[in-house]
Nanobody, 128 residues
């Protein structure tokens, strides 16, 4: 496990942009899967985007090309660049990591229970 700390959330108007950052306390070089999730009160945590230990990324359908995930193993960091934000993007955004090497399942198939490290979250609020 590692400690993850997110930052970059805030309040923006619809159509605006934000960059979320997630810094790990330890090396993420061997972490097979890293991801961004989001959650609103009363709803389940939903996966936004994943980045595996290679170069494969995935996005939820609701992203619609507006977000870009990136990973910097040298800086032990994960990022989420969000643009064209909508009010429905309002949520707490969480960074997650599975620090194990590949275990035979694809990152794109991971759910919340597959990750062993989570950040505390950063709030994103988009006003209309």
């Amino acid at each position: 496990q590692v400690q993850l700390v997110e930052s970059g959330g805030g309040s923006v108007q619809a159509g605006g942009s934000l960059r979320l950052s997630c810094v790990s306390s330890g090396s993420i070089r061997s972490a097979y899967c890293m991801a961004w999730f989001r959650q609103v009160p009363g709803k389940e945590r939903e996966r936004v985007s994943t980045f595996n230990s290679g170069t494969t990324t995935t996005y939820a359908d609701f992203v619609e090309g507006r977000f870009t995930i990136s990973r910097d193993n040298f800086k032990n960091s994960l990022y989420l660049d969000m643009s064209s934000l909508k009010p429905e993007d309002t949520a707490m955004y969480y960074c997650a990591a599975d620090t194990h090497p590949w275990r035979g399942r694809f990152c794109s198939d991971y759910g919340p229970d597959d990750f062993n490290s989570w950040g505390q979250g950063t709030q994103v609020t988009v006003s209309s």
